[in-house]
């Protein structure tokens, strides 16, 4: 069992950077992949990126390679997405899940989610 808490969202400019976490409060947190989702009102929840269990492999979303970056830290339960050059596109809620995926495929436990918003 995994509980997750988004935070970090928030506004930006087109071209800044924002960092996102998600905190889980579940004892089992290195034993799941986890991920991040973000959905935009009245469109499906999409991929972004994906770090197994050691945090030694990641997945992305073409839409965010090479701006994006997921990395996590056991230790601390916690999971993080640095996202850099943000383009107003990248406006959604961002959600973070567990146990998902490499190609995407999400997993059974997801945050409240956090909202991003990109001005152009």
């Known amino acids: 069992q995994v509980q997750l808490v988004e935070s970090g969202g928030g506004l930006v400019q087109a071209g800044g950077s924002l960092r996102l976490s998600c905190a889980a409060s579940?004892?089992?947190?290195?034993?799941?992949?986890m991920g991040w989702f973000r959905q935009v009102p009245g469109k499906e929840r999409e991929f972004v990126a994906f770090i197994n269990w050691s945090g030694g492999s990641t997945n992305y979303a073409d839409s965010v390679k090479g701006r994006f970056t997921i990395s996590r830290d056991n230790a601390k339960n916690t999971v993080v997405l640095q996202m850099n050059s943000l383009k107003p596109e990248d406006t959604a809620v961002y959600y973070c899940?567990?146990?998902?995926?490499?190609?995407?495929?999400?997993?059974?436990?997801w945050g409240q989610g956090t909202q991003v918003t990109v001005s152009s």
């Open positions: 899940n567990a146990g998902l995926r490499p190609d995407g495929l999400p997993g059974h436990y």
């Open positions: 579940g004892r089992t947190f290195s034993r799941y992949a």
